[in-house]
Structure formats: C-alpha cells, structure tokens
C-alpha cells in the first residue's frame, strides 16, 4: 500500500514524540506510581527510557530501513536487478496490556508509524492514568488519522477487532491472545501476538549461587513480578538449594528492606481481582520467606515457596506476580518431566559455569530467548528479536525488526531487454535430456 506519509514527515513527527516525552517524562513517572506504585526509578529505565532510545534509533536510521534494499539476482534470470521493497501494511491495530503500559504501547506505535501504516492503539484500561498521558502526548503530536488513541476495556477491544485491519499487534495474556487471533483469521489479517508463559530458571550445581540470587530478585520482583519475562519458578539442583535460598532471602532484605511494603522500590498488584488471584495461589504451609499481603493497597511481599507438586495453583500457569515457587531436580530427567508439562516459554534462564550444559538446555528446549547467568536483560539489545514461540507468541520486534514487522516486503525483479536467453519457452522439447 502506497504510504500515506513520507520518510521526512515521519521523521519530523517522530523528533516531536521524543520532545513531548522528555517534556512530560516526570508526569509519566507520575502516572505509573499512582496506577500501581511504579518506582521512578524502574520507569525510567524500563518505560522513558527505553522509548526514548528506541525512538532515537528509529529517527537516526528510518531513510536507511525503507529504502528498497538490493539482493542478488538468480543466474536463472539473467540479466536482472532484484529489490526488495518496504510498504507500509496500511491500518494497524495495536492493543496494549498494563504491567509495562508506556513501553508496550509506545514502541509499537513508533514502529508502526515509522513504517508509514495508519495506527489505532488501544492501550489498557487497567492503567488509566497512563493511558491518559499517553492519549495526551499522541494528541499534541500526531493527528488522529495518522495514531488515534482510543481508551477503553475489553467492549472496545472487541469492537475494535471485528473490523477490517492490515495488520493486528497484540501484547497481552494468551487466552486474549487467542481472540485475537480468530478475529484476525475473519480476514486473514497478519498478526503479531506478544503474549506470555511459564518461565522457567535453571540452576545447576556449578552456578554462581550469591550473583543468581541477585539477578533474580532483580529480574522477578521488579513491577512487583508483572512482566511477561519474569522468572516464573526456579528449577534448582537439589543439593543447592539450601544454600541459594539463603542468599535469595538476604537479596531479597537488602532490595527492599525488613518491611517491603516501606519501600519505595517495590510497586504494587495492579487490582484487586489480580491480588486476589495471586494470594489464592499462596498456600500458607509452602511459605518459606515473605507471604505477606494487603488488600487495601493491593500488596503482597517478595515471597518464596518451596514446591514439590506441579498440580498446584501456583503451578498451574503463568503467576505473573511476586511469588517464587523453588522446585528441585537430581536428574536430567526430573528437568525435562517439568519444563515439557508446560508450553513453550517466553523466556528461559540458566545459571551455570557449565558451557556444555547451557549449550545443551538452549538447544533442547524451544522458548522465545532468554539469558544465561542472567535475567530479562536480553530484552534491551534491541539487535536481539523480542518475541514468543508456539503459545508465547507469534512474530518478533525491536530494533530494525520492528520495523520490518510493520513493513510488507516487496519482491520485484527488474528485468533487462538486452537479452532473452530462450530456454525456459515452449516447445521444450527434449530440453530435460533423458529423465
Ligand atoms: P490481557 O490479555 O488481559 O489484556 C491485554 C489487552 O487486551 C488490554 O488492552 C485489554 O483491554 C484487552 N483485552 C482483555 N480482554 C479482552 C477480550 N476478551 N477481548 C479483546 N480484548 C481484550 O493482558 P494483561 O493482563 O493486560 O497483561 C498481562 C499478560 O500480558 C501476561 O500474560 C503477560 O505475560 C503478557 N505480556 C506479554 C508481553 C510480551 O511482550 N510478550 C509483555 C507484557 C505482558
């Protein structure tokens, strides 16, 4: 589809958005504190920040990304000059959830517009002091047939979705994935679904126990334990255990403090009917550290539970909370019975010296990326794809690759008139000798 924009107009709009996010980037700290308590601090670096850069790199390399890229052409059609083109899909849809609600509704707009499509965002309505900022900056910057913002719950998602689009982008749970996906089968709309799994995070008898525990209070209790590439539960060599849980708890005391709910690093349950679904998969006796809660401000303490089942409530799927279940293995095998009950991950941590056995594990399991002896960092190099595989998603972003989601590549071969080397005409004749 012919774009509706061109690149320099693009690009212009573009340095706006940036302008008006730095303009407003304290009021958009603001807002996610008072939706769930997000720390400033988390906010810069995981919402602000991180579309501030990706905005920068967009603007920096946008005339080089749509320009139609050459490839080698195939002897077989000699002479010819063979490109490829970038146009824009045309109206894009994208429906955002609200763990990281600035972010994930941000860079996809950004990527889209990049690309010359038409957007439409509807970003979630369980953030709605976010989603007012973001209303608000869209409207000084874009006009509305180029990104129009349209707030709402799930009614207007679903009005949304049985219209006719080019292009759906979704980020949110698998079970809305899944509607999502059949209303984009109606007309055969393309699709990247961004959705979410059961992470797991190995631990073998040769990791460094002191540093993992760090990385993983870090990667699992930050937003509070809401973000789709969090640890889910840990998977740790028996022996181990023991000794790794302690220094878990004192990572744990030294982040946040005796008391979590004083600290102003610690964010909150986005709802109530969250904070009820995650303290109904507390069973009190598993507790081995933390287990407090608050209704009243939608709290519940960085808590570790020690698990031995895998028919459980805290088992059962994503806990996408600060609740850390500690299963253990003697066996390679003990390993897969677990990780093959669930489906493919979104992301998958391995904390090990041992090369082999990480090189093993990466390749044995399918699961969208992830880290070893690390966590969620992955997601910040943004020449690493970000996406799901199988129920974790479909499709994959960031960096150039966000934009070449947006973009329908264009085959087209150039062909000379100088020569017309006749072989592939009728009559052929014995032209396949004797098969
Ligand atoms: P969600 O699926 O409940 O909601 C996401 C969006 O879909 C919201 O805008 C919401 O209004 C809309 N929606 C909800 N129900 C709908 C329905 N029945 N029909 C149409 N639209 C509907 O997800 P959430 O609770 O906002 O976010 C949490 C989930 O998102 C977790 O599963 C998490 O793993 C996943 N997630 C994935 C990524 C990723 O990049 N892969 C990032 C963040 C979150």
Redesign the pocket.
Known sequence: MEPKTNINFRKETLTKLLNEIIIHEKEIIDALYFDFKKPAFETVISETGYVIAELKETIKNLSKWAKPKRVFPSLLNFPSKDYIYKEPYGKVLI??????PFQ?ALCPVISAFAAGNQVVL?????TPKTSEIIEKIMAKVFIKKDVNVIEG??E???EL?SKRWDYIF????????K??AKAAAENLTPVTL????KNPCIIDETANLKLAAKRIVWGKFMNAG????APDYILIQKDMKSHFVDYLKKQITKAYGEDPSKSPDYARIVNRKNWQRLVDKIEPEKVIFGGKSDSENCYISPTIIEETSLDTEIMKD?I?GPILPILTYSTEAEIENIISKFEKP?AFYIFTENRIFSKHMIQKYSFGGGCVNDTMVHFSNKRLP???VGH??IGAYHGILSFDTFSHKKSILKKSNFLDLPFRYAPYQDKLGTI
């Open positions: 429906i955002s959830p609200w763990n990281y994930l509807k970003p979630s309505e369980l719950g799930i207007v998602a679903q979705l979704f980020t949110g749970s698998v079970a809305v994935g509607i999502v961004e959705l979410g799994g809401q973000t789709c590439i994503e996408f979104l970000f996406g799901g974790s998603g």
